[in-house]
């Protein structure tokens, strides 16, 4: 059974920086892509950004390319965000997601994805 647990949220001043990670267990996950998602109450879930766990192709919502940094650790099965020069519309809850079939057309989508974290919460104040 797959399990995702994110960690690593928490509160931060605007202009700083995060790190979440990612603790996936369950199966081999050389043949899955991995994205980070975020939700703020009333809105829908916002895609921030994916890594193909084998090539390490990364992808990044416009919003977020240059400041965050998406990465992998194949030996531990880990997945980074780090998150840099916070903004309080970064605020939100933060989630990990797998899926096998995460090409470049339908990486943004949240239905590509087949498993879930939790969710860890992440608030910049300004």
């Known amino acids: 059974q797959v399990q995702l647990v994110e960690s690593g949220g928490g509160l931060v001043q605007a202009g700083g920086s995060l790190r979440l990670s990612c603790a996936a267990s369950g199966r081999t996950f050389s043949s899955y892509a991995m994205g980070w998602f975020r939700q703020v109450p009333g809105k829908e879930r916002e895609f921030v950004a994916a890594?193909?766990?084998?090539?390490?192709?990364?992808y990044y919502a416009d919003s977020v390319k240059g400041r965050f940094t998406i990465s992998r650790d194949n030996a531990k099965n880990m997945v980074y965000l780090q998150m840099n020069r916070v903004k309080p519309e970064d605020t939100a809850v933060y989630s990990c997601?797998?899926?096998?079939?995460?090409?470049?057309?339908?990486?943004?989508?949240?239905?590509?994805?087949?498993?879930w974290g939790q969710g860890t919460q992440v608030t910049v104040s300004s």
């Open positions: 997601a797998a899926g096998t079939q995460i090409y470049f057309y339908n990486f943004r989508a949240s239905r590509s994805y087949d498993y």
């Open positions: 890594i193909h766990w084998s090539s390490g192709t990364t």
